[in-house]
């Protein structure tokens, strides 16, 4: 049995101004094939999808050579068609040099943009069909905040989605799509699948699965795959940020050669989801940052520390609003990782800094109107590291800076997200030595600040005005998307 496997996965923010080009996904490691691409993420998709397929006798894995995920993180807007024409090109180049194939294994994302491509992993899909032809299987695993329709499984067979946010199900859902491919390929399992989409449409933030009633709707996912052999129930919360026509929530179900059931399940999570829209929409408090920097504050004082200070809206990495206002407000205490800012990380890299220089210089703002203004930080250099492991890491240089009451800045040169303290480790830097860590994230750092106790009082905050990480995504330039058609921005709308 001959498997190939092929990566392909962004999470585009459509409305950034920076396009996600061909240089973003060169990097050393990136493209990847062989092993060197199979080995990718060993406790992610593709470490759950190896493991359990080379647990199975005589099959081959054949890594197709790939880009892994760009340099800019999720700091970027949409995928050129260049880049996009030319890997999926080489993809499909290997793929038929290659051949042929009893199955192929796509790790995307969903909410993949592409200029001029309706749907980035839909399109990848088909061509791969035409290559491989009919009788092959192909299975794809999806971050739950895939913009999805049934437009995917046209081509493909399978789907698997992560459940949870933050996403600890990753490696599980590799595992499954390896073992569901191979019952499939052996016809053991005959996938049959349907798509349901609410007209909900809701900001990142707001999608927390640790508490109802995002998390009743996983439980009842889970609910009935442990009640129906062979059911798989994927969730997708949709992402608002990418200005796409699939936008929005979806459910699809698959089942083992039974339309029936599938429809029954389908209907059921999606009216579930309709039931309760209202609640999906307002169970998160969202701080302005001017008001979480001063409740910090009063945490501080109480003695009600570490206080955890998220910046869920900054899209770009460089916003400096959380910045400013622990300059203004006097904050002590307080570790700030991190500001984007590649201008002055290449300006410090010319001069040949070093730690214990002076630094006084602008920093971050002006990537547009979300990130603010530039915000003067004078201090010391007291680290100047490689950067936080992984992807975000080769080839870049990070500097900390300590300015203030024994406040640290970490300036990185694309936007990071902080979800464990241990992050932090590479950066020289101790989460245990400050009162107040304040990180841009949405909910993946609930992962290491919350869902182990290890912060007892949380802020999540965001600029006063509706910028491009607001949780009002009406306020969003949209021009593929209405907002209108969707709640909570039109109370009228129907469903089903």
Known sequence: MRIAVVFFMHETVTFLKNDTTYDD??????????????????????????????????????????PLFPKTGTASGWITEDAYGRFSAKMIEELKAQ?????????????????????????LARR??????????????????????????????????????????????????ARTMIRSIRGSYKPVSVTRKPPILTASVLQWTGKSPWMDLV??????????PDVFVNFYYGFAFADLENVGMTFQVMTNGDPELANKVADDMANTAWRKREELVSGTQVYDIADGVKLAGEAIKAGKTPVTLADHSDRSGSATWLLDQVIKQDLSDTLIVTVADKKVIDTLRAKGVREG????????????????????????????????????????????????????????PYLCQITEPE????????????????????????????DNGYSPTIFLVEPPEPFLGTVKVDKLPY??????????????????
């Not at 042929?100 to 399109?123: N, T, W």
């Not at 021009?479 to 209108?484: E, I």
């Open 357 to 412: 220089d002076d630094f006084d210089m602008d920093v971050g703002g002006l990537a547009d109107e979300s990130a603010g203004q530039p915000v003067r930080v004078k201090g010391k250099i007291l680290h100047v590291t490689n950067g936080i492991g992984g992807l975000a890491a080769r080839g870049q240089m990070w500097v900390s800076v300590k300015f203030g009451k024994n406040n640290v800045l970490v300036i990185s």
């Open 479 to 496: 021009t593929h998307t209405r907002a209108d058609k969707f709640f909570p921005f039109n109370k009228s709308v129907t469903y089903p």
């Open 99 to 123: 051949g042929p194939f009893d199955g192929v294994y796509m790790v995307v994302h969903g909410a993949a943009a592409v200029r001029g491509v309706r749907d980035a992993e839909a399109d």
């Open 219 to 228: 439980q009842r996912a889970l609910t009935w795959e442990a009640r129906e």
């Open 128 to 177: 791969i069909r035409e290559v491989v032809g009919p009788d092959a299987i192909i299975a794809g695993t999806f971050d739950p905040h895939g913009n999805e329709d049934d437009e995917f499984l046209k081509s493909a067979n399978l789907a698997f989605c992560v459940k949870y946010y933050p996403h600890y199900d990753a490696q599980l859902q590799g595992e499954r799509a």
């Open 25 to 66: 996904f060169i990097y050393e490691g990136s493209p990847a094939r062989g092993e060197a691409l199979l080995s990718v993420d060993g406790f992610g998709y593709m470490g759950g999808f190896v493991r359990v397929a080379r647990e199975h006798h005589n099959v081959e894995l054949v890594g197709i050579e790939s």
């Open 423 to 450: 992050q932090v480790a590479p950066l020289q830097l101790n989460c245990d030595d400050f009162k107040a860590i304040a990180i841009k994230s949405r909910v993946h750092f609930r992962r290491g600040f919350d």
